[in-house]
């Protein structure tokens, strides 16, 4: 079975999948919304992603990534915020860029797209979260 770490560590995964459910179905919403109102899939990224993203760093900092100890200021950790920012613009970047080439050079429709982008970015994001900026 698992050890204590272990246990810890897929507990703590499966606390970021559900939080990242929740954020995918604002994300997929907000782009749906804006991209059927005419908007180019780009900006539409660019709005949907972030508004996940907002949702993103207040669940998993009181959920997923728990850290008392790392919190000032009544749990506001500025540079904390600094490293989520800098990750999740990354992140947009690297799916931004894997959207354009799925959609603009492979031909794959758009929601497709960025149903497989979404696939990669989580990966990335947990990583990066856990790793560097919770």
């Known amino acids: 079975m698992f050890d ?3 246990r810890a560590a897929f507990i703590q995964f499966l606390k970021f999948n559900a939080v990242g459910l929740l954020n995918t179905l604002i994300d997929f919403a907000v782009f ?3 991209h059927s109102l005419g908007m180019m899939y780009g900006l ?3 709005f ?3 508004a996940g993203t907002a949702n993103s760093f207040i669940l998993n900092k009181k959920v997923t990534f728990r850290d008392s100890k790392r919190s000032g200021n009544n749990g506001f950790d500025r540079i904390q ?3 989520f920012i800098i990750l999740n613009l990354t992140v947009l970047g690297i799916s931004l860029l894997l959207m354009q080439v799925l959609t603009d050079r492979f031909g794959v429709q758009v929601l497709l797209s960025k149903v497989l982008v979404t696939f990669v ?3 990335i994001n947990f990583f ?3 790793k560097w900026v919770f």
């Open 4 to 6: 204590n770490n272990r």
């Open 32 to 34: 749906t919304l804006l």
């Open 44 to 46: 539409a990224q660019v």
């Open 48 to 50: 949907s992603y972030s």
């Open 81 to 83: 915020l600094l490293k």
């Open 121 to 123: 970015t989580v990966i």
């Open 128 to 130: 990066g979260s856990r």
